[in-house]
């Protein structure tokens, strides 16, 4: 038979335990510091040193899976006349972004999170939708580990 102490001392173990277990991980949607933009296209495509992508995307070159300083990720959608890009940027910190945020004000750049201000996704989707007929927001989310 258990005493009251071992038994005593595996209650207190249990419940130690138990908001670990109650703890949900974090969506990687929900992760890092992000921007949504609208873009020009750059590049000529006509070599892998330079492809045709979004502004602000780094090079394929240019990116390491060990470094986190710049832009670790981001996804587009090509516009219906393919001269702009519908593009959500990911870094870590958000200095990384700050060439975005400060190319606001440039002919062809709309960006949607500035300042700590965030655009709403009904907001996002109908200013997208104006490049891309078909364009859903709910479809548009990048998982970033």
């Given at each position: 038979?258990?005493?009251?102490?071992?038994?005593?001392?595996?209650?207190?173990?249990?419940l130690a335990?138990?908001?670990?277990?109650?703890?949900?991980?974090?969506?990687?949607?929900?992760?890092?510091?992000?921007?949504?933009?609208?873009?020009?296209?750059?590049?000529?495509?006509?070599?892998?040193?330079?492809?045709?992508?979004?502004?602000?995307?780094?090079?394929?070159?240019?990116?390491?899976?060990?470094?986190?300083?710049?832009?670790?990720?981001?996804?587009?959608?090509?516009?219906?006349?393919?001269?702009?890009?519908?593009?959500?940027?990911?870094?870590?910190?958000?200095?990384?972004?700050?060439?975005?945020?400060?190319?606001?004000?440039?002919?062809?750049?709309?960006?949607?999170?500035?300042?700590?201000?965030?655009?709403?996704?009904?907001q996002v989707q109908t200013?997208?939708?104006?490049?891309?007929?078909?364009?859903?927001?709910?479809?548009?989310?990048?998982?970033?580990?």
């Amino acid at each position: 038979m258990m005493s009251f102490r071992s038994m005593l001392g595996v209650v207190c173990l249990v419940l130690a335990a138990s908001p670990g277990f109650a703890q949900r991980r974090v969506s990687g949607a929900q992760m890092h510091e992000r921007i949504l933009a609208i873009v020009p296209m750059v590049g000529s495509g006509a070599s892998l040193e330079d492809p045709r992508r979004p502004m602000f995307a780094p090079l394929p070159s240019a990116t390491s899976a060990s470094d986190r300083n710049g832009i670790i990720g981001f996804h587009a959608a090509i516009s219906d006349d393919g001269n702009f890009a519908l593009v959500e940027f990911v870094a870590v910190h958000p200095l990384a972004l700050a060439a975005i945020h400060a190319a606001a004000n440039q002919p062809g750049v709309k960006v949607f999170q500035t300042a700590g201000i965030a655009t709403s996704a009904a907001q996002v989707q109908t200013e997208f939708q104006k490049y891309r007929k078909d364009f859903r927001f709910d479809r548009f989310i990048l998982n970033v580990p």
